[in-house]
């Protein structure tokens, strides 16, 4: 039996929330990134591990989010929590690897090209890994069509968004990028469910799981909170709201003074007293 598929269940509330999370997942995760750029290697890899786990907690939650919109008439939805919070990490683990890429090699091609396509590729995984962790009395299926245009969906954005992070053109850059992120990795959730149809069993024993519900105080305190935190981590950097540093660090050198000279107008000197010829100093003997 054909299960009757609702994914607006509360109208546009839940899709909004989705898509402000993945909008600030975005934003988050590519001033990391462009902060990443702006610094020494050494401290590279912390702000790009920051921003990989913002975009992945973003992205996840998103999903979520717009799923507690999604219901199949007649069969209540569990979710199973180690398959759940494992495509948490599918999201973080493989944007990461696209992100060290661009981080590491710089926006050129072949660096957006690999980057862009590994971290599609964690967006959809996280995607329908989250959904396979899905449990009702019913069977799901797919239209493969649609679920290639999903990930070629996600590829793009992803290529996309590295590209715009490695810009570095500013705060307000990179606020626009997030925001059409967000609306591509929208795009690619709602095209992957459009993508999908249930049929339902008619009899069989109940399913077992979490329900939505019981997903989501986990799901706020966790991602949302670490979300909070790389805000507050990004807000309080000075970098962050300025974009390309408009100072070069000075490595301090012996007879190298810290400061640039400063140019002052030119003082004719004072003149010496001419000595009057025919006149010589005297000398006070010191001992007589």
Known sequence: MQGTVDGFSYGLVTPLVAYLMASLGGALGLRCTTRS????????????????AAIGSGIWTMHFVAMMGFTVKGAPIHYDKP???????????????GIFIVGYKGATGTALFTGGTIT????????????AGMHLNGKLEYNTLTVAVSVVIAMVAATAALWAAGQVRGFLWSVGASLVMG???????????????????????PTSGDSPAALLWPMLVGPLAFLLIAAVIVMFDPLMVMGKPDWT????????????????????????PSR???RRGSRTPQNR
């Open 37 to 52: 750029m702006l610094v020494a290697h050494s401290s590279r890899p912390a702000w790009l591990a920051l921003g990989s």
């Open 83 to 97: 398959t759940t919070f494992a495509s948490l990490g599918i999201a973080i683990v493989m944007v990461g690897v």
């Open 120 to 131: 599609g590729l964690g967006i959809a995984s996280m995607h329908y890994l989250g959904m």
């Open 183 to 205: 609306l591509a990795v929208s795009g690619m959730h709602y095209t992957g469910m459009a993508a999908l149809s249930v049929h339902l069993h008619g009899t069989g024993a």
């Open 249 to 272: 660090p000075v490595e301090p050198k012996p007879g190298v003074p810290a400061h640039p000279a400063v140019h002052h107008p030119a003082r004719r000197p004072p003149l010496r």
């Open 276 to 278: 009057q010829p025919g």
